[in-house]
């Protein structure tokens, strides 16, 4: 069983290239989450979806944009990489509603992005 | 808006002893959840606990309880009788169930167990 599966799991990007990093689940999850972490500042919500097709903005959304064509795959993409964006990302899912389970997350094994 | 915190960076408990991590919460979503999770130093991000806001009782599950109280806004956890293997970096989180559905989290705690 997968879960939630991220690639890739490391990249080094240079100063203003563009990237995607791809999540996707195979548990059916409506919900979807892109998290950054970085030392002492916990993981910070960048952009989410609630169903396929959707999109909205978390704490952190600029300069990232990100894309919900099918339900089981969300795209996150930096269109000119900045140094700023060095992190370890973080994809999650979790189920649609409360009752239907306890709402928790199920994440990705992350992917570690340096941009030089 | 939505706002999780942490105020303890770090913490040390001595092995069997138990330990409390506090966390603070804001919403405005009349329906929420609160969890907690745990990162050991290998990376991966592991649930613990749930409660959810209108839960009559705090939430236990196996040596983990939540200190649940609403009216202050605060979710702790309680760790019974720490083991070596809990050493690690712990998260407060928060969903809101209706509204925005932002799951958002705390800086986090990191809980070093001394043998």
């Known amino acids: 069983n997968a879960g939630v599966t991220q690639t890739p799991k490391f990249r080094v990007l240079k100063t203003g290239q563009s990237m995607t990093l791809l999540c996707a689940q195979d548990m059916n999850h409506e919900y979807m989450y892109w998290y950054r972490q970085d030392p002492g500042m916990g993981l910070r919500l960048i952009h989410y979806s609630v169903g396929e097709g959707t999109t909205a903005k978390g704490e952190v959304p600029d300069g990232y944009n990100v894309s919900r064509l099918k339900k089981q795959n969300f795209l996150l993409g930096l269109e000119s990489a900045a140094p700023s964006q060095t992190s370890v990302y973080f994809c999650?899912?979790?189920?649609?509603?409360?009752?239907?389970?306890?709402?928790?997350?199920?994440f990705g094994e992350g992917s570690r992005l340096t941009v030089l | 808006a939505q706002k999780i915190t942490q105020t303890q960076p770090g913490m040390f408990v001595q092995e069997k002893e138990a330990v409390t991590l506090d966390c603070t919460y804001d919403t405005s979503d009349p329906s929420y959840g609160l969890f907690w999770y745990k990162q050991p130093s290998s990376g991966e991000m592991i649930f613990l606990i749930y409660?959810?806001?209108?839960?009559?009782q705090n939430a236990t599950e196996g040596r983990y309880s939540l200190n649940f109280q609403k009216a202050r806004k605060s979710a702790n956890l309680v760790i019974s009788a720490s083991q070596l293997g809990d050493s690690a970096m712990y998260f407060c989180a928060m969903r809101g169930w209706s509204g925005t559905y932002k799951y958002i989290f705390g800086t986090g705690t990191r809980l070093k167990v001394l043998a």
């Open positions: 409660q959810g806001s209108y839960d009559q």
């Open positions: 999650a899912s979790s189920t649609e509603r409360e009752g239907r389970g306890t709402g928790e997350l199920f």
